[in-house]
């Protein structure tokens, strides 16, 4: 019995190490590749100041300029887009299923979501050079009396909105459907309708795993790259409209990475690129956090 006993301790207490160092290494992971990343960039902020690389628009590797603020904002537009575009769509297609749709229908949409979540990005970058860009130049454009490729930031935009959907979308399912039942049920015993009961109760019960969903969504959204690069243009410039060409972040370092690693100075460059799109997902997730907390909190 005492032998059993001092077992079962030894193997607990192997357990907690074995979980201990996993954590561990999950923590540390982001902490060694935001370090890694920053000594490989290290090059270039020692050859420009910091406002140049950050506010400045010229990008002339072959004099030396690396301004990466067309990059920032071209990033930062199609992921609003994308966001913009997707949250009602995600929203609206969430209530339906988990309140109105009848379970057959509910079971049938499950697997094609998982479907669409699981489709290559590559593939969504395709479809939209078949059937988004030619939409965007022979159709949208005209329409305001201008031309244009179809290789623009809106198009960019739609190509990941439709990618990020079925991720959201999945999300949101889940998130609405742990509000407690009797709750709903409660308020439409005191006459509430069913659209004041979403209103009201669902949407308000479930508002923190909602901010959630969609921080989750927009840091995929402006970490995604080959869908993008294939329909965005690629112009190194600020877009100045929707039907503009948009050179985002990571398809600056697609684009140019295996090529210019032997010149020292513009693989520093495309690394920097690499470290402004990591900080910017690990500070948009921590303060989506802060304001999740803070919502619960007032909840």
């Known amino acids: 019995m005492r032998i059993r006993t001092l077992n079962r301790k030894i193997l607990n207490h192997y357990n907690t190490i074995v979980m201990v160092v996993a954590l561990a290494l999950v923590i540390l992971t982001p902490v060694v590749m935001c370090i890694s990343i920053a000594l490989k960039s290290s090059l270039l902020l020692e050859s420009l100041p910091v406002v140049k690389i950050f506010f400045s628009s010229a990008w002339e590797p072959s004099k030396g300029n690396f301004g990466f603020l067309p990059f920032i904002l071209s990033s930062v537009f199609i992921t609003i887009l994308a966001i913009i575009i997707a949250g009602p769509i995600c929203i609206f297609s969430a209530l339906y299923l988990t309140q109105y749709a009848r379970p057959r229908l509910v079971r049938i949409m499950q697997p094609v979501i998982d ?35 179809g290789y623009t930031l809106i ?26 039942f009797e709750l709903t049920e409660a308020t439409l015993s005191l006459g509430a309708t069913k659209w004041e009961v979403i209103k009201h109760v669902i949407i308000r019960k479930a508002k923190p795993g909602i901010i959630s969903s969609f921080g989750l969504g927009i840091s995929r959204a402006f970490g995604e790259t080959i869908a993008v ?30 090529e210019m690693m032997s010149i020292p100075l513009y693989d520093s460059a495309l690394m920097m690129a690499a470290l402004i799109l990591l900080i910017s997902i690990l500070l948009f997730n ?14």
């Open 115 to 149: 479907i669409l979540a699981g489709i290559p990005s590559v593939v969504y970058g395709v479809w939209g050079i078949l059937i988004i860009v030619p939409f965007i130049a022979n159709v949208i454009a005209p329409n305001f009396g201008l031309q244009t490729t």
């Open 155 to 180: 198009t960019g935009s739609i190509v990941l909105a439709v990618m990020i959907i079925p991720f959201i979308l999945n999300i949101l399912i889940e998130i609405i459907n742990t509000v407690p």
């Open 229 to 258: 690069l294939m329909v965005a243009g690629n112009v190194a410039k600020i877009p100045d409209g929707l039907f503009d060409p948009a050179y985002p972040l990571p398809a600056l370092i697609a684009n140019n990475y295996g």
């Open 286 to 299: 921590f303060l989506s956090r802060v304001s999740i907390y803070r919502l619960e909190k007032k909840l």
